[in-house]
């Protein structure tokens, strides 16, 4: 950096910059710079901390981050290597009043904290900004500040943007503030007009509702008068049930009374043989118990016989078995001798065989080799099969996949015809553009997709008018392109080159679809009878759907079958939907936040443009998939005759080596099976050697036990003999006593009869009087309840003497409706009549279907529909009235901005002649030549750069980089002339500009800082040759590099310049010598 000189400039412009001191901010360690007080200029390599400059100036002035358009964050202001350090920034303003020093600490964190001082005493943004505006410091004015990143942005800026920054730059505060007051008045309009507009949409629902709810509303009339005489019937059936019940319960207290005076009577007889019965039951209780006792000792020693009778059964087993066991030793004796014998003979015979035929190991080397030939042979000829099947597989698969593709093409192609014709039709411009861009497609770095109607394949044809309908005509004909770019060359090349006008082109980058996921899910809607939302109906290129999900919100726009009950509940969900062939659009109002809901019918829209849906990329790409198919065909059949050969030749060496090979296997699997069955008689005969049992002392053992066994049983039996007895006896005596009790029952049946007769009829009535009484007592519980419901559905009774009477009101509106129910021969309507009455005006009134708070929600869509009409009228007088404040205010404030304008309209024109080009500086007075559209004022900046060209208005696509730096910098210079603030700052404002310009623009430069007294701070990687240079130019050098630098003074730019001059002059002495 340039160190201070001794003899600097003298400084007159107050709030000009005299030192910037930097401590670990971004590039910078510890650095002071000392700018000059007219032009400055900042150069160095890329990276060596230029813009850090302009960075530190406008953080430091109270500038906001994100008009640089650079950083992220405050983080990263701080230089990376210095740890936890704060960044600092300190600057010395030019004052003749004193110091005017404003130092910034930047501390690292979450969030960083950012501090300011003004002469070492610490203040708040908002007083540094009224500090720095009191010197006309703007850090946010793109006309006093214009950082690097923001100098390509500023030919994009809009005319509105442009004109607010000149107003700020060169304009008075009243101008500003009109222009703001005016943009509020104006935001107010458009909430007013919103709510105008939805509260149009509002009446027009509701008068289309009033419309359709004419014919609910007789249907509801109806209902009504059915659910009245249902109500009246209700009541008449409480009444009728309980005159019935008081009937019923008149005649249960009369058999009540019957009842008790035939229970006593039958009481008072049978007291005179209960005497008879008490005698008669004890006797047969004496017998009967005796009999009880002679069957429980009977059941006893019976138990006690059959115990016994299995035991011995058990013993008589044992004996059989143990005679079994000895016969059994005997015979396997015998049976292993002989066995013994036999087998010896056998093995004999076996080992001289074996010895005469052996298997050697040659013959097992042998068998081996066969057998791997073999194998190797197998494994060849099966992967050859299994080549064989695959491009059978892929050759069947890629002829069906051929066939397929070139249906697609054919139907594809005559979709794509069709439509073609179509935009031909209604569009001849766009289908012009189509023809040249098929031709002309190297022309592009990126993707771009044919008109919008042109990519999209509908997939249900059922949203047709759906689709369309949501999506406007200008979009459906317009080019899709995914370079910005792209769709700047095709527009000029359509527009200015072939002339088509009705061409339209839209830059939008390929998103994935699953990136617009929508609001809600299908399980969610189901209810609402959900169909499709609009993006999932149609299929189209990711740049396409990424607009069209974008821009006119497809992905949150559903289909819904028809309208149900809970239909009203979707207007609080979504802000455009559709039910059946109706869109509804709600908005809710800014101000009132009131939702209004329009109304469109799609069922008579013309599809025009959607009716068929070709893709012209999945054209192009079927057509190479068909020619990769067919060289793909030719390959496989080609392979599969190399495999078929192969496989016939693989198969006559293998039945060869597989005849060979069976023949010595059968050698050896016979060899095998004679040792084996050789190895198996051997083991026998060891097991056949002797006996596993002595056979004479088992036989001793068995006797023993067969003599003792017999002993037992012989003693069961003799005392079995003596419990058979006892149990003959014991039967005898229960005889015994069933025979009395037989006698005594027959002795007393008459008058046991007639007592038992007695106490049946007592019981019989004691019964019938408990059930009677029971029913009376609830019937008369049942009556009181009937009463109170009879009661309470009439609110009442005729009179506090006749209770069991409805009120007098209530007979007649009942004997109304029984008059109507009661047929010739009834004196009365019955209950069942009155239930049937009811059943009837319930179904009827089902059939209807209509809910009850439905003519309450009619009633309050007829208040709703008052209200909005009124609501509308003062909405209109409302913005009548702005208006006319909007025009008053315009009035006092166009005097002034048209001067304005024209002043730097002249200054801006004659700094752009002494370029040798033209420009001009025209006030936007709104769109659509409106001029109360104050939001939208703005300057456009019209350039000539050839002669013979016309003005055009200075944009990003129109200009080249070096016109676009040229205009950028002459209108910051024209501003310069028109006010006077304490500097500048442009960050490599030279981009694109060619030497010739280069230079004219540092020559203007040198002269408006003359002539201004002005300070500008100049960034560029590099100045051309020869540049003039003067006492009014200052050069600041960035350098960038590995040592580090703890002070300031080290490395300055006077020592270099001696030590380089010493090594020139040592140089030439060496030269000359």
Request: hydrophobic share 35%.
């Amino acid at each position: 950096m340039k160190e201070k000189p001794p003899n600097r400039p003298r400084f007159c412009q107050e709030g000009s910059v005299v030192r910037i001191l930097l401590q670990n901010f971004m590039t910078y360690k510890n650095e002071t710079i000392y700018p000059g007080p007219n032009f400055n200029v900042t150069v160095g390599p890329n990276g060596s901390g230029k813009s850090s400059i302009v960075t530190a100036l406008c953080i430091a002035l109270g500038g906001d981050l994100k008009t640089l358009n650079r950083q992220l964050d405050y983080n990263s202001l701080i230089n990376n290597d210095c740890g936890n350090q704060a960044a600092v920034i300190e600057i010395e303003l030019y004052s003749s009043k004193g110091p005017n020093k404003v130092k910034c600490i930047l501390k690292p964190g979450d969030p960083p904290e950012l501090t300011w001082h003004i002469n070492d005493a610490v203040v708040s943004k908002e007083k540094l900004l009224k500090f720095t505006d009191r010197l006309q410091i703007q850090p946010s004015n793109l006309c006093q500040f214009l950082p690097q990143d923001v100098v390509r942005q500023f030919p994009q800026m809009k005319p509105s943007e442009i004109f607010e920054n000149t107003l700020k730059a060169v304009g008075n505060h009243d101008m500003l503030d009109k222009l703001r007051k005016g943009k509020r008045i104006q935001e107010s309009m458009i909430g007013i007009e919103e709510e105008l507009k939805n509260k149009s949409n509002t009446v027009k629902s509701l008068e289309q509702k009033q419309k359709r709810n004419e014919d609910l509303a007789k249907k509801l009339e109806e209902q009504r008068k059915l659910e009245e005489n249902m109500s009246t019937a209700e009541k008449a059936l409480a009444w009728e049930k309980f005159k019935v019940l008081r009937i019923e319960t008149k005649k249960v207290r009369q058999d009540m009374t019957n009842l008790a005076d035939r229970k006593q009577k039958l009481d008072k007889e049978l007291g005179k043989h209960r005497e008879f019965i008490v005698n008669y039951n004890n006797k047969v209780g004496i017998i009967k118990r005796k009999i009880d006792e002679a069957e429980d000792s009977f059941k006893k020693t019976e138990k006690e016989i059959t115990a016994m009778s299995t035991h011995m059964d058990h013993l008589e087993d044992q004996i059989d078995q143990l005679a079994q066991n000895e016969k059994d030793l005997v015979t396997a004796e015998r049976d292993r001798k002989r066995q013994r014998k036999n087998l010896e003979f056998d093995i004999e015979i076996m080992k001289s065989n074996l010895q005469n035929s052996a298997w050697t190991l040659e013959d097992e080397k042998k068998l081996y080799d066969i057998r791997e030939g073999m194998r190797v042979k197998e494994d060849r000829l099966i992967s050859v099969g299994y080549r064989i099947e695959e491009e059978d597989r892929n050759l069947n698969s890629l002829t069906r996949e051929h066939n397929h593709l070139k249906a697609k093409l054919k139907s594809l192609m005559d979709v794509m015809n069709h439509k073609m014709k179509t935009l031909e039709k209604l569009n001849r411009d766009a289908y012009q553009g189509v023809l040249w861009l098929r031709e002309h497609r190297n022309l592009f770095h990126g993707t771009v997709h044919e008109p919008i109607m042109m990519t999209m394949e509908v997939k249900n044809q059922k949203l047709l008018r759906h689709l369309e309908s949501s999506i406007p005509n200008s979009d459906l004909e317009s080019f899709v392109c995914e370079d910005v770019n792209d769709a700047n060359v095709l527009m000029k090349e359509l527009r200015e080159t072939k002339g088509l006008r009705r061409i339209n082109v839209i830059h939008c980058a390929p998103i994935p679809k699953h990136e617009f996921l929508p609001p809600l899910s299908k399980r969610d809607l189901q209810k609402y009878g959900f169909k499709a939302y609009l993006s999932d109906a149609f299929t189209a290129p990711e740049a396409v759907h990424a607009y069209l999900c974008k821009e006119k919100k497809l992905h949150t726009v559903p289909v819904f079958e028809k309208e149900n009950d809970v239909t009203d509940e979707l207007k609080d969900m979504f802000k455009t939907y559709f039910v059946g062939l109706y869109q509804f659009k709600n908005k809710k109002s800014r101000y009132s936040q009131e939702i209004c809901q329009g109304t469109m019918d799609v069922s008579t829209f013309q599809v025009k443009r959607l009716d068929v849906s070709p893709d012209q990329s999945s054209i192009n790409e079927l057509r190479e998939e068909i020619l990769d198919k067919e060289r793909m065909i030719a390959q496989h059949q080609e392979l599969k005759d190399g495999a078929y050969q192969e496989k016939r030749k693989l198969g006559d060496e293998i039945k060869k080596i597989g005849d060979a090979y069976k023949e010595a296997e059968k050698k050896k699997k016979d060899l095998k099976n004679k040792e084996n069955e050789l190895k198996m008689k051997q083991n026998l005969l060891n097991n056949f050697s002797e006996p596993k049992k002595d056979v004479e002392t088992e036989v001793k053992i068995n006797k023993a036990k067969k003599v003792r066994l017999v002993k037992e049983l012989c003693q069961k039996i003799a005392k079995n003999h003596a419990f058979v007895s006892s149990c003959a006896e014991l039967d005898l005596i229960r005889s015994a006593y069933q025979l009395q009790l037989q006698n005594v029952e027959g002795e007393n049946m008459n008058s046991r009869h007639l007592a038992s007769e007695i106490e049946r009829s007592y019981n019989l009535v004691s019964e019938k009087l408990a059930s009677v009484t029971g029913r009376y007592e609830r019937e008369s519980q049942e009556i009181i309840q009937l009463h109170d419901l009879a009661q309470l559905a009439t609110s009442g009774v005729l009179s506090e003497s006749k209770k069991y009477l409805p009120p007098e009101y209530w007979q007649k509106k009942f004997g109304e409706l029984a008059d109507k129910l009661r047929s010739k021969k009834e004196e009365r309507v019955s209950v069942n009549v009155w239930k049937a009455y009811i059943d009837d005006c319930a179904d009827q009134i089902k059939k209807y279907g209509i809910k009850p708070d439905l003519g309450k929600k009619i009633d309050d869509e007829n208040k709703r529909l008052e209200k909005a009409r009124q609501e509308l009228k003062s909405l209109t007088a409302k913005k009548a009235g702005k208006l006319i404040e909007l025009s008053g205010l315009r009035n006092g404030w166009i005097k002034d901005i048209n001067s304005l304008v024209r002043k730097v309209d002249d200054k801006f024109s004659q700094m752009m002649s002494m370029l040798d080009y033209s420009g001009m500086v025209e006030l936007q007075e709104g769109l659509d030549n409106d001029p109360l559209d104050m939001k939208n004022y703005g300057i456009k900046i019209m350039v000539k750069f050839r002669s013979g060209d016309d003005f055009v208005e200075l944009t990003k696509g129109t200009q080249s980089g070096g016109e676009k730096s040229v205009t950028t910098a002459v209108y910051m210079m024209a501003l310069q002339g028109l006010t006077q603030v304490p500097f500048r700052c442009v960050d490599e404002i030279n981009q694109g500009m060619d030497e010739t310009n280069e230079r004219r623009v540092w020559d203007m430069l040198l002269d408006v800082c003359k002539k201004h007294s002005a300070q500008y701070f100049y960034m560029a990687p590099k100045f051309p040759y020869g540049l003039p240079f003067n006492d009014q130019v200052t050069i600041l050098t960035c350098n960038s590099g590995r040592t580090k630098k703890n002070k300031d003074q080290r490395f300055r730019t006077r020592d270099f310049v001696k030590i380089s001059r010493k090594l020139a002059a040592a140089s030439q002495s060496s030269k000359n010598k």
